[in-house]
């Protein structure tokens, strides 16, 4: 897995030997990079469930100013960490070792928000749901912000998202991956 664009371009990233975990598809990456690639400059990002980290990096090296690393994962967080050091975007970066809720609750007592929030919870696990309403509930997203998931279960997902007080402006689907692009409503 590489870094695809930006200042990393190239880079080669270590991933997680680990059947719970899989890296994002380059094409879905490639995909997701091009719908949001207006919004990425200055922005703040938070990548839940982070793994490799290679979705935030990717944030960074496309020029993201502070993006924020979350995942469980001892192991995860170890490889956050070199793949920063590998790509010299450690000084923008914060990597969180904790569960999603500790995550998100330790943010809003820090008053951080966040331009674009990515969301890729183990497949079958049924989080993204309750992440995004702890992300909403805490407040997390800044006005305009945006909500990315990356699923398999689109249809669980969205029956889930729809009891929230978000809206679903965009559904992609690759093979068997779907992002789901949400918005807060007003």
């Given at each position: 897995m590489r870094v695809i664009s930006g200042t990393a371009r190239g880079t080669k990233l270590e991933t997680i030997e680990d059947i719970s975990t899989r890296p994002t598809l380059d094409r879905v990456k490639e995909s997701l990079f091009n719908i949001v690639s207006f919004r990425i400059q200055e922005s703040r990002v938070l990548d839940i469930f982070a793994?490799?980290?290679?979705?935030?990096?990717?944030?960074?090296?496309?020029?993201?100013?502070?993006?924020v690393f979350c995942d469980q994962s001892v192991e995860a967080a170890k490889i956050i960490n070199r793949n920063l050091d590998k790509t010299h975007l450690k000084q923008n970066a914060k990597i969180l070792n904790m569960d999603y809720k500790n995550c998100l609750i330790?943010?809003?007592?820090?008053?951080e928000k966040f331009d674009m929030i990515f969301i890729d919870p183990p497949?079958?696990?049924?989080?993204?749901?309750?992440?995004?309403?702890?992300?909403?509930?805490?407040?997390?997203l800044e006005k305009d912000?945006?909500?990315?998931i990356e699923t398999d279960e689109q249809n669980r997902d969205t029956?889930?998202?729809?009891?929230?007080?978000?809206?679903?402006?965009?559904?992609?689907?690759?093979?068997?991956?779907?992002?789901?692009?949400?918005?807060e409503r007003g």
């Amino acid at each position: 897995m590489r870094v695809i664009s930006g200042t990393a371009r190239g880079t080669k990233l270590e991933t997680i030997e680990d059947i719970s975990t899989r890296p994002t598809l380059d094409r879905v990456k490639e995909s997701l990079f091009n719908i949001v690639s207006f919004r990425i400059q200055e922005s703040r990002v938070l990548d839940i469930f982070a793994g490799s980290g290679a979705i935030g990096i990717e944030f960074l090296s496309r020029g993201c100013k502070h993006a924020v690393f979350c995942d469980q994962s001892v192991e995860a967080a170890k490889i956050i960490n070199r793949n920063l050091d590998k790509t010299h975007l450690k000084q923008n970066a914060k990597i969180l070792n904790m569960d999603y809720k500790n995550c998100l609750i330790n943010l809003s007592k820090t008053k951080e928000k966040f331009d674009m929030i990515f969301i890729d919870p183990p497949y079958k696990a049924n989080l993204a749901a309750d992440a995004v309403k702890q992300i909403i509930e805490l407040k997390l997203l800044e006005k305009d912000g945006i909500i990315i998931i990356e699923t398999d279960e689109q249809n669980r997902d969205t029956y889930e998202l729809s009891k929230l007080n978000i809206e679903i402006y965009d559904n992609r689907k690759y093979g068997r991956v779907n992002l789901i692009f949400l918005v807060e409503r007003g």
